[in-house]
Structures are given as C-alpha cells and as structure tokens.
Antibody, heavy 114, light 112 residues
Framework: QVQLVQSGAEVKKPGSSVKVSCKAS????????ISWVRQAPGQGLEWMGR????????NYAQKFQGRVTITADKSTSIAYMELSSLRSEDTAVYYC???????WGQGTLVTVSS | DIVMTQTPLSLSVTPGQPASISCKSS???????????LYWYLQKPGQSPQLLIY???SRFSGVPDRFSGSGSGTDFTLKISRVEPEDVGIYYC?????????FGQGTKVEIK
C-alpha cells in the first residue's frame, strides 16, 4: 500500500520561503512522478508542478515559474517542494500526489502572515 | 492553459437517485498513444482528494461500481448510478494531457 506522508504545518512571514517534504513508503519514488497541488482556503485544486525522479526533470506551472522548486531524493524516497517570496495569497494546503494523482499525501497547511 | 469547465457547480441529490456531472475541456485530451488523459477525483470534507476514475472510464482500485465515467475528445461525464450519503463532497475533473495539468472548478454534491 503506497503512502505519502508530508511534513507538518508551517507559519511563514511574507517574503520568506517554505520547504515541504513528502515521504513515500510502500514503493520507490523513482518509479513515478510526484506532483504538488495546492488548495487555498475554500478554493479549488491548483496543480503547481511535478518531478520525474528517475530523470531528475521537473515541470512547473507558469504561474509559479521562478518561485517554486521541486526536487526528489531517490535514496530516501522523499520529494520536496520549495516556494519562495511568499505572500499572503500563498496561504493554502499543499498536497503531494503520485503519478496521475492516484495517491495523495495528507496535506500541509502553510500560513503566510506577518 | 487548458480550461476545464464543470457543470453544474452544485448538486443536491436524494439518496438512491442518480447524479451526473459534466466536464468540458478547451482542447482535445486525446494523446497520440491512444489514451485520453481525463481523471475524476472526489474530495470529501476535511480529506485529501481521492482518485475515482482514470483515463475517462477506468475505475480506480476500490471505487464502487456505481461510479462510471464516459466521454471523448473534449466532453466528459461522471455518473453516479445511485447516490449514497458517503458520496458527499466536491468532485473535480482534471486533464493530464497538456502541461500544466488543470482542474475543473469543482462540483459540490450534497444529500437532500
């Protein structure tokens, strides 16, 4: 059974960065892509980008280009999403999900507030 | 970016009755490999989204057979043959044919 376990909630100041982790168990990270999807309070789902761990290639939504970096450590089966230059509008729950989003992490609430 | 348009945006259904959600994409989701990359997810209150249907019509592991997907090209439908109380939540379609992957706005399903 594949499980994706994410790091805990974060509170950040505007202008700072946040790095969220996603550990895969029950399967190797190398075999699948890992996407990051966010959901602002009361809003829908927004795909941010993905990484193909076996190739080390990442694709990002244009909206986040230049501010988001998605990486993966195959040896530890952990994927990371780092978002920089945070603003209040980045307050959201951030999810990691495998492949065609068949398995999801539990979500990480990131609050951006001064 | 591909725009995914869902209708209706909300649905109130009597248990045991059918329900249907439409999803239209601004471009074809058919790939040259013959697959159509259209997915359906359900987000139950307070939970992470869960995959229901992949590649238009294939039910994901453990999904009850009252859920079915159909469509082609740019027009897709999710049907619930008999709505159960545990089916409440927000349903999203998503396309993974073109980068960036994009979601529909969501359809909120509640029980009457």
């Amino acid at each position: 059974q594949v499980q994706l376990v994410q790091s805990g909630a974060e509170v950040k100041k505007p202008g700072s960065s946040v790095k969220v982790s996603c550990k895969a168990s029950g399967g190797t990270l190398s075999s699948y892509t890992i996407s990051w999807v966010r959901q602002a309070p009361g809003q829908g789902l927004e795909w941010m980008g993905r990484i193909i761990p076996i190739l080390g290639i990442a694709n990002y939504a244009q909206k986040f280009q230049g501010r988001v970096t998605i990486t993966a450590d195959k040896s530890t089966s952990i994927a990371y999403m780092e978002l920089s230059s945070l603003r209040s509008e980045d307050t959201a729950v951030y999810y990691c999900a495998r492949g065609p989003l068949d398995y999801w992490g539990q979500g990480t609430l990131v609050t951006v507030s001064s | 970016d591909i725009v995914m348009t869902q209708t209706p945006l909300s649905l109130s259904v009597t248990p045991g009755q059918p329900a249907s959600i439409s999803c239209k994409s601004s471009q074809s989701l058919l790939h040259s490999d013959g697959k159509t990359y259209l997915y359906w997810y359900l987000q139950k209150p307070g939970q992470s989204p869960q995959l229901l249907i992949y590649e238009v019509s294939s039910r994901f592991s453990g999904v009850p057979d009252r859920f079915s997907g159909s469509g082609s090209g740019t027009d897709f439908t999710l049907k619930i043959s008999r709505v159960e109380p545990e089916d409440v939540g927000i349903y999203y379609c998503m396309q993974a044919r073109h980068l960036p992957w994009t979601f529909g706005q969501g359809t909120k399903v509640e029980i009457k």
